[in-house]
């Protein structure tokens, strides 16, 4: 990784571009702790979103920690390896 930190709008981004939104959801702080399921996103919407977070930043997550991420809070701290 460049350095930087991946934050919750950077992972809003990326979600989108991968999987699009749920009507009526929004993501940010406050729903840092929402299981994706909730927000809308499965597994297969977190691989893709594990794929465009690779390419972008150089942060390599295997397939079981992109799907065992189940919220928010829990991915962005797989990615900034917390």
């Known amino acids: ?3 930087q930190e991946i934050t919750i709008d950077d992972l809003k981004r ?3 571009e991968a999987a699009g939104v749920e009507d009526g959801v929004e993501i ?3 729903s840092l702790d ?3 399921e909730e927000l809308g996103y499965d597994s297969l919407a977190l691989l893709e979103v594990a794929g465009r977070i690779q390419r972008e930043y150089g942060v390599e997550l295997d397939d079981d920690t992109a799907t065992s ?3 928010p809070r829990l991915l962005l701290s797989a990615v900034n390896g917390g």
């Open 28 to 30: 940010g702080s406050d």
């Open 14 to 16: 990326v979600l989108t």
């Open 1 to 3: 990784m460049s350095g």
């Open 69 to 71: 991420a189940r919220t």
């Open 34 to 36: 929402t299981e994706f």
